[in-house]
């Protein structure tokens, strides 16, 4: 069950990409320059996919196989940013996502991976450029 807190949270984060809000942002620090925006219509979304402990991995690739998982995800026109495995947890996708078709992303693993993962959303940007610009200052190099 959700608290409070989280579930207030989603449902801002929703909103927020639904009416396409400005979202609150941390202040980035003096000399640093901020991401690039995307611009083009579309957004990060990481994607946990929480393996099912309880049953070996060949059932629930058999599994996967009877919902489609494989034919369906990612749909065309969303790209895969990364894909990594992580031992313990289960699989970690990052998406580049037209807005409008987040539902549709939603709704595809919503039918074709539960039962076999746990699903978790996290809406993403690169800040690998910047930290690395922040250390490089910090150290002096």
């Known amino acids: 069950m959700l608290g409070t807190g989280k579930w207030i949270a989603g449902v801002a984060l929703v909103l927020t990409l639904i009416t396409g809000a400005p979202a609150l942002a941390q202040t980035k620090p003096a000399g640093v320059p901020g991401p690039a925006p995307l611009?083009?219509?579309?957004?990060?979304?990481?994607?946990?996919?929480?393996h099912d402990q309880s049953r070996p991995l060949g059932k629930l690739n058999e599994q996967l196989k009877e919902q489609g998982f494989f034919q369906a995800f990612p749909p065309p026109g969303v790209e895969v940013v990364s894909w990594y495995v992580v031992m313990g947890i289960g699989q970690v996708v990052t998406l580049r996502v037209p807005s409008e078709r987040l539902r549709e992303v939603n709704r595809i693993l919503e039918d074709t991976a539960w039962g076999a993962y746990h699903t978790e959303f996290y809406p993403t940007y690169d800040f690998k450029a910047i930290a690395e610009q922040m250390r490089a200052k910090a150290t002096g190099k």
């Open 39 to 50: 611009g083009d219509g579309t957004f990060l979304l990481t994607v946990f996919l929480k």
